[in-house]
């Protein structure tokens, strides 16, 4: 039985708008009971807003399939390291994931006081960046707080362009501390840890936008690499890069045929 695992932004809608076929995808692969899940290294939302998100675009899918790289960090954290007080930089969905373990997160007011209290910093997207944050992320880290990021994507496609990315904040506190931080999501190891234990299958396809991520993520764990041209990658990035897909489609419209050309549907 193969499993997929789907990126989300670039691969199933860019902003707020599907890209053409996914509807068809999902609702042939819950017919067919072809196990599948969503993995995200956009943590700004978690599985419930994520799935209210999909649902006005028509798209219906269960909390449980939606794994964001905010669930996965706050799941890797408490498995891996003892509970501690938590500066997040990061959206509304990293803050609730965090929360949702059980783990204090220090709000920007309380850090002002206590950031040499701060026994970890979880940097993801956050759309309401400012100076402020990095300072006291800076001075969290530079005191010994554990740097942690969501994932390392620089940029996002969005309906407008490409945007910004977590991997953009990173850097900034990357070159302010001179520490490197713990990547959770795609392409590291710390992410299929989490979609391990929501996926069960013999063969795992990956369908993706993004070379170094995706893709790259697909070769590490020895999943089939799927790539779609509605995201951030191109066809001429392909050429240039050394990781490269194992199949490449215009969009996840062909993927219906692909697998049932594969599977003898």
């Known amino acids: 039985m193969i499993g997929i695992i789907f990126d989300m932004d670039g691969v199933i809608y860019r902003g707020k708008e599907a890209v053409d076929g996914t509807k068809e995808v999902i609702e042939f692969l819950k017919s067919t009971k072809i196990p599948f899940v969503f993995l995200t290294n956009n943590s ?21 399939r939606i794994i964001t ?22 959206g509304e969905g990293l803050r ?41 992320g800076c001075l969290a880290i530079r005191n010994g707080a554990k740097f942690i990021g969501t994932n390392p994507d620089t940029t996002y496609p969005s ?7 977590a991997g953009s904040i ?29 996926l069960k299958a013999d063969e795992i396809w990956v369908v993706g936008d993004r070379l170094d991520t ?3 993520f697909a070769k590490k764990i020895g999943a089939k690499a799927i790539m779609v041209l509605t995201g951030v990658n191109t066809l001429e990035d392909i050429e240039k890069s050394e990781v490269k897909p194992d199949i490449v489609l215009p969009s996840i419209r062909e993927l219906l045929e692909y697998i049932k050309v594969q599977l003898e549907i």
């Not at 309906?159 to 990315?165: A, K, R, S, V």
């Open 96 to 136: 609730e994931e965090l929360k949702s373990i059980g783990w204090p997160v220090i709000t920007l007011e309380e850090v002002r006081e206590k950031w040499r209290d701060v026994k970890y910093v979880v940097v993801g997207l956050d759309p309401k960046l400012t100076y402020e944050k990095l300072k006291y």
């Open 159 to 165: 309906e407008e362009g490409i945007l910004p990315g």
């Open 44 to 64: 700004t939302r978690n599985a419930r807003m994520y799935r209210e998100k999909l649902r006005e675009m028509g798209i219906e899918v269960e909390e449980e």
């Open 170 to 198: 990173i850097a900034a506190l990357k070159v302010s501390t001179e520490k490197e931080p713990l990547i959770i999501g795609k392409p590291y190891e710390p992410v299929f840890e989490v979609v391990k234990e929501k």
């Open 214 to 216: 995706d893709i790259a």
């Open 69 to 90: 790289s905010g669930y996965a960090t706050a799941h890797y954290l408490k498995k891996h390291f003892e509970k501690g007080n938590v500066f997040v930089i990061g």
